[in-house]
Structure formats: C-alpha cells, structure tokens
C-alpha cells in the first residue's frame, strides 16, 4: 500500500512555527546547508544535480521551457504539478505483440524494435564456474612508467592485469539481478516502482567489490549477444560503437520492460589509484504503465591500493532517476569509503520525490550487499545545520545481493552470472566477444599466447582505420568538396546494430538499436559484417 498523494499526509515537527527559514528545510544527502537553498518539501537540486557535467539537463526540453514561463528556476522539476488520474488514463497498454506508447512520450525515443515482445527460446543450461586464474607474474613498475597520467584505452595494456571478459559483456552484467525489474514491472504504484528502479541501478555495482581486473577493451564493431529469455525472460545485444574514446551501446528486451544504455568509459591512471569515469544515459521502459527512467551514468568508480595494498574498488557520487512519465524523481548519494569515518562503508541512500517534490520514500543499504526503502509519514526539519529525520514504515528488501562463492579470488571475483557470460554458443555472430581468440586463450589459462594475439589484434584494428580514412579521402577527392573530411578516431565507422541520434530528453546524441540481429540470426545472415579476427 502507498502513502496518498497529498500535501497532509506529510506530518511535519517543527521548533519553530516560522515557515520562512528557508535555510533549514529538508534537503538531502549535503553536510554543508549552505550550499543549498529550497523551501519546505521541496528537492534541493545543486548545479551538478540540474545539470549534467556536459551541461546537459535531465529534465525534457518541454518541462524546462515551461518552469521558465512560470518565472521558476531552482530546479527542473520546481513548480510543475501533473495529475496522477490523467497520467493513468494516459498509460500505456499491452497488446499480444506490440505496446502503445502512452500520450506525451515522445515517440522519438522508442526504439521501433520494442513494440514486440521477445521471442522465448530454447531452455539452456550454463556452466557455473571458469577454470581458475593462473599465477602470471607482472612487472608493475615498467608497465606504471608508461600509464602514469594517460587514458588506458590509450595504452597497450598486458592481458596479465584484464579478467576475462570485455566490456561488451560487463555492460550486460547491469541485468544480473533482473528480478527486481519483474518486481518494479508489477508495481501499481509509480513512486514504488521507481524505488525498485533505484535499487536495480545500484544492483549492478556488487559484482565489483571482488572483482579488480580490468575488462578487455572491444574491438571497433565488436558485439556480445545475451539470450536469457527461457530463463529470466530477457535477451540483450551490445556492440562497440566508438574506440576513441570507447563507447559501447546496449539494448535488452522482456515481456514487461526494455532496458538500453550508451556508455562512455573515460579511465585516468593516478599512480596509486585508477579512477573511471563514466559518461552516457539509460533508459528503462515499463510496458504496462508506460513509466519511462531515465539517469545520468555519473557515479565515479575508483581502484585503490594500485602500488601498496591490498586492491579494491569503491563507488562515490550522486545520481538522479527521472521519471518522464509522471516527473517523479529519485536521488541517489554514494558514499566514499572514509578510514575514520564509523558510518556503515560502500553506503548508498536515497529519496524518492513526488511531482510536487515532497519526499515520499526513503532507501538505504548498501551497494554490496542489499538496500531497504520505506514510506516517509512525517520528518523533522533540523535547527542549526543539524540532519532532518524521518518517521518511516518499516522497511522492505528492494535487493538482496546472492551469497558470495567461496574462494571467489581464485576465478577472478565472478560469481556464477559472470562465469555465463564468455561461454562458448553456436549460432552467435562472427564479431561476437566469444569468439575473439586472446580472451579464449587467457581463459584457457595462456596468458603468453594472448599477449601475443592480442597485439595483432590492435594492429589489425589500426589498419583497418587507415583503409577507412584512405577512402574518405578518395571520396573528397572525387566529390570535388571543398572541406576535407575529419580523420582520426572513428572517421567512416557506421555501427552494424546501432544508430546516432538526438536524444530529446537529454539533448544528447546517442545510439539506439536499429532493430534486426535476431532476425539476422535465425538467418545467420552475417555476411555484410567486418572481419575482426
């Protein structure tokens, strides 16, 4: 059950019957007050929360122009009230095969492919564990002189430091814990659902607290198909759709939601740290009730004790969730990992906000282990820079992350879903990351033959961007332009499942699935594709 969606049913203790000190109203996840400022119930949104790092808001371009023609600036989301009862006659609706895309969404946002449902296939089992991670001896000091300061994705990197997999299949790792998608799908409620949504997004950094190799850089092209739909129900493509700097598209599909992300990795090597750091928007789409997420990757992740130590991985950052829908909002705060501080370590919390930006549900937990959230009844506004509390309902469990396998160090940090993912299939396109011979020699334990191999496969790489640049030059020199054409990076690229355009609620280029690979597969038309290796 939900709290009701009125301004009474926050009940609010105050020490001061002056509603006008705006200075100690509720604002959350900042230690210093004065860095905000607000009214009661209302979100604090800082610089960085509006607007993203390339200055690009969350909010639609719609929303935003009308808060300006009300004279209100504090936030995206600041003085707009939609109604619930004619958000739900406008949800949407699903058909046996297609899904119609509620009023207001703009349709340029959907990608075409997911008015159908994924198809279901046969039922697979899937091997549990890889074979362990050999004891490969690394000169860390000469491999340090040459990365201090520069972009990895830059350097040529020994296979002695990567795991297993490439980027293409960590990205589809988001859905390991899927299940709380089913559950987020089920939900009647939409600011329950979006906690549920809050959790999934948080779920997908557990694997990291065992895992401290870094993935395999993909291959211009590369590709990496998931079908899961006889198990959990979904199926998921990615593809490496820019080298410089990467950037790999992912698109997954389920009878009751659609998941697709474009992701940039940007990496900066410290000499005792590595941080990463990412870029790139996701969406997520409920079939049902036409809620349509969408948030910023923006939490920074950051690999300690690189020389001394003993390594491992922590999260820090804040993060919004948008609904599109409805403009509700949730607000995430990662908490960076402190020697001296007695707080519980790799916390996250968070707050989920109603349309009229009241506080309506409160997360907490952690991002490796589990996270709560509960219906807010009434807080308590803080004198002097002190902390708001809430009065909440108890508890219930959004995520559960599984027990963690023993002797897990041994197979590189996988738990059992990564172990899945560079399983040997028939059937997979040739630019498949399975198939790519210097991760299927250093998972059979040869680490010299694919150093080796991995080194011609970045030579290869580099000249097939020579034979592309040579022929936008012949083409310019053809056309008689006056203006010749940009080269470097990827100059003539176009990707096989994915194309660039105009995100209108981010006013972000990004790539969306074009549609066809399962198509393409049955057919095993794969003949236009290029040759990585």
Not at 117 to 122: D, G, I, K, Y
Not at 217 to 235: A, Q, V
Not at 261 to 282: E, H, N, T, W
Not at 505 to 511: A, G, I, W
């Amino acid at each position: 059950a939900r709290t009701p969606d009125s301004d009474a049913d926050l009940v609010e203790a105050d020490d001061d019957d002056d509603d006008d000190d705006d200075d100690e109203s509720f604002f959350d996840a900042v230690e210093d007050a004065s860095t905000c400022e607000q009214e009661t119930y209302k979100l604090s949104l800082m610089p960085s929360h509006r607007r993203s790092t390339s200055d690009v808001s969350l909010a639609s371009p719609l929303l935003e122009a009308e808060t300006q023609q009300q004279g209100v600036g504090k936030g995206p989301l600041e003085g707009v009230n939609l109604h619930r009862e004619q958000e739900d006659k406008e949800a949407a609706t699903l058909e046996l095969e297609e899904v119609t895309v509620p009023m207001g969404l703009p349709n340029a946002l959907m990608p075409p492919c997911m008015r159908t449902l994924p198809e279901v296939t046969e039922s697979k089992k899937r091997r549990s564990t890889i074979a362990p991670k050999p004891n490969a001896r690394l000169n860390l000091w000469n491999l340090m002189k040459n990365c201090i300061g520069r972009e990895l994705s830059k350097i040529p990197l020994p296979v002695n430091i990567n795991e297993p997999l490439t980027f293409c299949q960590v990205i589809v790792e988001d859905l390991q814990y899927s299940d709380v998608l089913d559950k987020a799908a089920q939900c009647e409620d939409s600011l329950e659902q979006m906690a549920y949504v809050a959790a999934f997004t948080i779920s997908s950094y557990a694997t990291t607290v065992s895992r401290t190799g870094k993935p395999f850089n993909p291959m211009l092209g590369e590709t990496y198909e998931f079908d899961d739909t006889s198990n959990t129900g979904w199926r998921a493509l990615s593809e490496q759709v820019g080298h410089h700097p990467p950037q790999t598209a992912m698109y997954a599909e389920h009878k009751d939601w659609v998941f697709w992300q474009d992701y940039v990795m940007g990496s900066k090597f410290r000499g005792q740290y590595l941080q990463i750091l990412p870029q790139g928007v996701a969406h997520l789409f409920f079939r049902k009730s036409g809620n349509h997420y969408v948030y910023k990757r923006s939490v920074i992740s950051t690999v300690n004790n690189i020389i001394v130590g003993k390594l491992y991985v922590d999260h820090s950052g804040e993060m919004d969730i948008v609904n599109q829908t409805t403009k509700e909002l949730c607000h995430l705060k990662y908490y960076a990992y402190s020697y001296f501080s007695r707080e519980e370590p790799r916390r996250v919390t968070g707050l989920v906000y109603n349309s009229k930006e009241q506080p309506k549900i409160q997360l907490s937990g952690t991002w490796d282990k589990k996270i709560e959230f509960a219906w807010i009844r009434g807080f308590h506004r803080a004198k002097d820079g002190r902390k708001s509390t809430f009065n909440s309902d108890t508890a219930t469990t959004a995520w559960l992350r599984t027990p963690i396998r023993p002797h897990i160090d041994t197979f590189y940090g996988f738990d059992e879903f990564a172990c899945q993912l560079n399983e040997p299939e028939e059937g997979v396109a040739p630019t498949d990351s399975r198939l790519r011979p210097d991760l299927r020699l250093m998972e059979n334990q040869d680490y010299d033959s694919a150093n080796a191999k991995k080194l011609n496969l970045e030579e290869a790489q580099r000249t097939r961007r020579r034979q592309r640049e040579t022929e936008l030059m012949k083409e310019f020199a053809a056309s008689g332009a006056k203006e010749k054409p940009q080269l470097g990076g990827d100059a003539g690229w176009k990707p096989a499942w994915f194309k660039k355009e105009m995100d209108p609620l981010t006013n972000m280029l990004t790539h969306v699935y074009k549609g066809g690979y399962w198509e393409r597969k049955k057919q095993q038309g794969w003949t236009d594709l290029p040759q990585l290796w």
